[in-house]
């Protein structure tokens, strides 16, 4: 469904992603394990076309996408929910949502709010004045409504309560049996493997390893990557 | 001083402050959006009055008015998206420095050529016939075209209102001012709705020229003296701000007025001290903060 074959991706003169390569089958959850500044965010920078690589391709459904511009890839059925706080303060919930609309496939505005009923009630609030779980839940809906086949998301449980990630757990997995295909990036090892098929594990801008997600989560050689069961609380930089 | 005459000059302060508005909210629209300070507006300004007394000549001025005062503004707008489409869109993420010295060059060339096309010489618009007469309150007579004026940037302040709230081109707009990235993330195509926006301020400068020009001379000279006023309304009210180009051009109005009435050699210093005043207080102007609390939350 996805492939990115052997990307360069470069901030200026910095050589950030060198030679990363991954794949996602239609139907899979896969997951992007690593700490702050592996290049988890750039990877997905890349794919969505908003930092283009220098070299390498990314194709989706055997089409090339390397070069194209974000909302062209987002219409070839590729959504991300970024990372952060990087939603509309100033509109409201359901200006949010409206933005990303896009008519004509299985997700609706109806759909959405039966998953998310908790955005329904706050359709009308600034997307500013909503907490750290909504806005996760509507950054996922906003990505839904483009009607993507592979949904990307970046960090999902970042600052999330635990309660709220056991939720994250539930929502993902209600996606996924809708036919949907998932590549997450996470530091939060031990989530994203419960969900996952099969994960890549990234450090200083390269695949390390790749490996099916039982598999990941027991091998002792990756525990100092993948820091399971402790979050380090650092800013993001990625 | 009487009754009459102090309203005159009110009323007058009114009209140039409603004109600044309109001006100045496309100034301010795109500073907003595409983050570019762009110092040929007032060219654009000019090119409309210019371009508003070229259709005038073509025929009677009053059938011709009502078109000219839509299609000056259109054709300027038209003019402004080749011009992003050519040269803006390839400065957006370059320095301050870089957006500045573009624009100025694009404004001595827009000025050069207006001088070619039109001539140094000045040209009036005669005001349309319905707009001719006045209307006496107590005394004083109020001229129509003033008060037209003073309409048509109400209207324009409403419209967009309007757009921004509760139109998807409007929402659009305002999330690609907190983050333009996130929007093609949406799936929408930034690079065409700047282009649009771009069009927008192009044609909100050229409506300030067209609108303006049956109450003064029209030529050479004219773009410079708007863009100093129009960016003190802007920077007063925050820039990106559309509310805070009205308040602006309404306190840029109040001084214009009280330095005219009263200390008429010191009017123009008036204008500039209220500047002064605003950004000591409140840097980013008098709306412009909410919108960048959030920024940095971020």
Sequence with gaps: MLEVAAIDVYYGRSHVLQGVSLTVRAGEVVVLL???????????????????????????????????????????????????????????????????EQPGGPWTRERVFALFPKLAELASRHAAFISGGEQQM?????????????????????????????????????????????????????FALALADRGYVMEKGRILHEGAASELLTAPELAVHLAVGSRPSLAKTD | MNFASVAIEV???????????????????????????NLAHGSFYMIGALLMASLFALGRPEILFWPALVLAPLLMAGFGAILERLLFRRIYHAE??????????????????????????????????????????????????????????LAVGLGLWVLLRHTRFGWEIRAAVEDAEGLSLCGRNVPAL????????????????????????????MDSAILVSA????????????????????????????????????????????????LVIRPSGLLGAAQRAWAEED
């Design chain 2, 231 to 278: 960016f003190i309304v802007a920077v007063i009210g925050g820039l990106g701000s559309i509310a805070g180009a009205a308040l602006g051009a309404a306190i840029i109005g109040f001084f214009q007025a009280v330095g005219t009435l009263w200390l008429p050699t010191w009017a123009p210093a008036f204008i500039f001290l209220a500047m002064i005043m605003v």
């Design chain 2, 11 to 37: 009323l007058s302060a009114l009209t140039a402050a409603a004109n600044l508005f309109i001006i100045a909210a496309g100034l301010s629209l795109v500073f907003g959006a595409l983050r570019i300070i």
């Design chain 2, 96 to 153: 301050h420095l870089v957006q500045l010295l573009l624009s100025y060059a694009l404004s001595l060339m827009l000025a050069d050529l207006a001088l070619r096309i039109w001539g140094a010489d000045t040209r009036s618009v005669p005001t349309p016939a319905a707009l001719a007469g006045v209307l006496v309150v107590g005394g004083a007579s109020f001229p129509l075209y003033n008060l037209f004026v003073i309409t048509l940037s």
């Design chain 1, 138 to 190: 509507l950054k996922i809906a906003r990505a839904l409504l483009s009607q993507p086949r592979l949904l990307l998301l970046d960090e999902p449980t970042e600052g999330l309560a635990p309660v709220v990630v056991r939720e994250l757990g539930g929502w993902l997995k209600g996606m996924r049996e809708e036919g949907l295909s998932i590549l997450m990036a996470e530091q939060n090892a031990r």
């Design chain 1, 34 to 100: 690593g700490r702050n500044g592996a290049g988890k965010t750039t990877t997905f920078r890349a794919i969505m076309g908003l930092t283009p690589p220098r070299r390498g391709t990314i194709t989706f459904e055997n089409k090339t996408i390397t070069h194209l511009p974000p909302h062209a890839i987002v219409r070839a059925g590729l959504g991300l929910a970024p990372s952060g706080r990087r939603l509309f303060g100033a509109l409201t919930v359901a200006e949010n949502l409206a933005l990303a």
């Design chain 2, 194 to 221: 700047f282009t649009a926006v771009f069009a927008l301020g192009a044609f909100l400068a050229a409506l300030g020229g067209a609108a303006v020009a049956p109450l003064q001379a029209i030529g050479p000279g």
